[in-house]
């Protein structure tokens, strides 16, 4: 069998480099990382027998509790971390909560009883949030800054500045009468947004003006009709991510609405969908790969008694599409 | 803690009943299958505790290995069995294996050496499937009928049924130059579907024509591109399967042909993404979550020494939706 050191030295490279390639977690120079992943293929070095020989007390699965596996955010959140647990030698077990506390709850019990290495979860459950921070497995919250001291490490995007990011392109492609459909104040991502939303209605002394919504595709065909009750005359939305703003599509073209020609729209998320349906969406891209991929990084360093960080905020980014267009652009 | 006797007392049926409601494979009589549901509400029975006791030496996890599990009918199918798998104390191991021959080995390997209660596992790959048939663990086949003595039982739908249907339909909607976007031949889900389709062209005296595709997006973008250029009459096009028809569908507008007015398009699933986009699609809709959910029971009978089918075929069904429309609605 191949060792981590003979890996590393015909990498060029130091065994602790080697580790950090495969945990995929920490800053590693391209060029090394490039050689070590050479080295790794042409050897046939097995990671994962290395592992299970270091760490024999680790059960080598990760938990993965999230509120529905079939909303693509979370399919591809779980797949990027099955992926870096793969990579490692590590398994998901993934178990799906339909946002119930008791479900969640026995879940966690579930995990714990069968010596998981650590849980991911997505929760959206007070009550399972103030267990987390006893929880005798480390705990990494993807999507939700907890208040207290839940969780052994959060990993969140900078919901903020894509809240602000949405509204200001509303503004740049000439909406002077946005709605936001706000997510649930609950959750960081809701208040965050809605408060960058905000910022920048002041800053361009615009109207304030929200229709309540949670994240999934449903909520969003009723909120689309509220919006269109309450506020018809808006000329741009911003929906609190895809699904909603999928949906929101759906509902405004069957009344007759053009979009983006009478009406601007935004989502959140940048889902694989939000580039695949047509029109495609204009979106706050979050990074849902890495988020995940780190979030295994995190589990994997604790059980081989690495460091990592506790809070992690991941950048966002504007991704402009079919559903919204710059004033410029209206002028051709 | 309440016994499985007590729950049956309750109900006024036998514990082998409640048995089946909470294994859901058996066909239970509606009225008995509530009035099990509601005891075992009412006395809080835990199924998960008593399979426990009951049954020592299983691990109470099933492994899952679909090839994309961002992939919305393997996202929707983990579902239905994680859901199964919950409701009577067992959890799911995700694998995903990118439909890669050797992932898959490592996968199953570690399933078996995990002491999984069984493999449910949609394979691609034909070295894979000659090995299943030596599992020394129950495995399930699904979407896929494998050739020789692989597996302990299999699940899919009927597809020749199904490509009867969409070509029929098409015809129904007026369609005289229909093109199939023909799925791999190597699986029965291809075969069969494009055999129904063939069969159909020959009872109407229509010319056969098709494409090759496989059954994911990108695939189906390249393939509508290869469509055009081929078969720029077409009228009426079948898509191998859902995710295929959306990208057929974004092809065919970006060329600015309308659908359903110039071209109608069916495509094959009935994932949930099929009613959520706009237009919704016409598509031949599988049982999904019942295949997912059988799947699951087919594992836990076995665990619990039960009787089970070895062959499973589900009916498919035409559902109709905006990407079609019928003659005499054309007239009107």
Redesign the interface.
Known sequence: MTSIREVAKIAGVSPATVSRVMNGTANVDEKKRQRVLEAIEKTGFRPNELARALYKKSSR?IG?IVP???N?FF??L??AV??QA?RTGY??????SDDDPQ?EMMNIQ?LVQ?KADGIIITTNCDSTSRVLGDCPIPVVVVDRKLKGESGTAFIEADHYKGGRLAARHLVECGCKNIVCLQGPLAYSSGRQRYQGYLDICEKYGLKEQHVNCTYD?EAGRRAAGELMRRFPDTDGIIACND?VA??V??EL?ARGRRIPEEIQLIGFDDI??SR???PELTTVSQPIREMGSLAAGIIIRHVEGEEFLQENVFDVKLVERDTTRRKKEQKK
């Open positions: 699965m993965v529905d596996i079939e693509p399919s591809e779980s797949k099955e992926e793969y398994r998901i077990l993934l178990c799906n479900k579930m069968m595709y699904m999928i949906s599509y759906k073209t694989k969908f695949m349906c047509t």
